[in-house]
């Protein structure tokens, strides 16, 4: 048997047999020696039975951002489409890809956001139809973090130093809660930057924490996305500690929440986040806006991006054309003039060359910005809505 030579093997009478995946041993033999290979044979027929989704069931709520999609297995499918949306008749779709497994992991999903997702299974015969539309229903943006007594109280946040954020802030007064997420700053995986927290404690004693979601699931974690600034007294105190951007951080805006509660000896302070870890209602929470890049990106002349957007000013619809020579996820965020976000959506693997006809519903006349974020290539085009 020479080992340089192809040999051609053919396997018959498959008519019957159901579409699935054979083991073979295959016995070779000559005068002088014997060689055993084993091998897969993949049999397919053009005949697909009806898929069925698994999981998000159909109407799901509070959906995490960072779970899975999956389906059933069809053993005659080499490979599947999956696609999402948020329009039920799949006109703006969002994700359409092919996957050859059972299961999709999704990428920058919005908080609090209805979607519509499909599959369908494809093999080397053809492709079969798909599935019903499920939809759900994701997770609420963040949780709430008030502070109910600081209506008379005094104890508060009166400055926050991150890299590029240096914001001096008063005593709120109505619920214990200011929203800075207009202020934000730009961050590299693996960088340090210190974190500084000014604050009152009105004679008393409180704990500070500082929470960002470096995952991006909307979620603040206990373990491995809260540092510890720990307590101050008396009055005007400043709690500082060196925090590392996580290698592994998702790119993109998340949140950084500061929160200072009132403790005693007797009863500490809470642990977490959110409304429901408060052991007391004296304090103030902060919350700002953090965005991650890449270790080595760098700032982007926005006129040198291979990039057109029409027409300016519009009526809320536009065409956005850029050169995606990396094939990277492509996300389109709008902003006012305050740096609030007004809207945003997500391309994944959107191939070299990426149009989109982008239609922006219900936002008022005036100059806004649209921000561009291609892989680590970050740009900013002015827009006018009339």
Known sequence: INSDEAVLMTVSNLNNVPSTSYPLQITAASSTEVKNLEVTLNVTNPTFNELILTSPSNQTSAFSIKDNLTWQLDNNAASYRVELSRDIDFSGTIVSEVVTTNAFSILSLEGNETYYWRVKPINSCGEGTFSDVFSFTTIAPYCISNFNDEAGGSEHITNITFNTINNVSGNDTTDGYEDFTAFNTCVKRGDTHTISVTANADGVRDHIYVFIDWNRDLIFDKLTERYDLGNIFGDISTSSLDITVPVDAVFGSTRMRIVLEYFDNNNPNGDGACDTDHQHE??????????????????????????????????????LNLNNTNNNDVSVELFDLRGRLVDKRSFTKTGASFTRNIIFNEVKPGLYFVQIINGEIRTRRKLIFK
Do not use: S
């Open 282 to 319: 004296w304090g103030e929470t902060e919350d700002y806006t953090i965005i991650v890049g890449d270790k080595t990106a760098g700032t982007v002349n926005t006129e040198t991006v291979d990039l057109t957007m029409f027409p300016n000013p519009t009526d809320g619809a536009i065409v």
